[in-house]
């Protein structure tokens, strides 16, 4: 909707922009990070739906300023069946 992300899925990375649709398989390890400086916003649709509510539990875990507890986000992904991948810059 906004802002532009560096989105990367199995392998390849893409510059998502304004405009731009993803469709990520399951069990296909992916990650991004916002390019730039200004904030990016995405309509994103989940399946199954569960995962809402890891977005949501995830949300209270980001500070405004600094870096999560990467210790309780790695806890929360686990109740979710799901894990944290680096993305390599």
Known sequence: MEGEVAFTAD???IAAKRGT???VPRGVP???HVVGERP???LGI???GRYVGLIEE???LMPANGLPDMAAVTRLFARYDSEIVAERR
Do not use: M
Request: no cysteine; charged share 5%; glycine share 16%.
């Open 11 to 13: 392998g390849g990375t």
């Open 21 to 23: 649709f993803l469709y």
């Open 30 to 32: 992916h990650t991004f």
């Open 40 to 42: 990016a916003r995405w």
């Open 46 to 48: 989940f399946s199954p």
């Open 58 to 60: 995830l949300g209270p």
